[in-house]
């Protein structure tokens, strides 16, 4: 089964106050789950619909590799792996300094 992986970054919270976020997607078949790090801890799917909140990081991370089958580190990894050309050199092409 072909896995898919999204990456988010932004802030949330008060205009005068904001905080960062980083959320991770893994879209399996039908299936999508989605971890949160920001203001709160939190993981969500797409089966249950329910919105599972966390206290430690630790904790989300068990739940988070019983439900995708990886750690969100290897998935990120996964990610990168396949994006790595996808970021334009603004310098240009290496050929066109030979």
């Known amino acids: 089964m072909k896995s898919q992986v999204t990456l988010r970054s932004g802030s949330e919270g008060p205009k005068h106050d904001p905080y960062g976020y980083q959320e991770i997607t893994v879209t399996q078949g ?9 203001l709160g801890l939190w993981i969500e799917d797409n089966i249950t619909s329910r919105r599972m909140r966390f206290k430690s990081i630790e904790a989300m991370e068990v739940i988070f590799k019983e439900l995708t089958g990886d750690t969100a580190e290897n998935w990120i990894e996964k990610y ?19």
């Not at 299936?31 to 949160?36: D, Q």
């Not at 334009?88 to 050929?95: F, I, R, S, V």
């Open 30 to 38: 039908n299936v999508r789950v989605t971890g949160h790090i920001g």
């Open 80 to 98: 990168e792996e396949e994006h790595r050309n996808d970021i334009e050199d603004p310098m240009g092409c290496l050929a066109d300094y030979e």
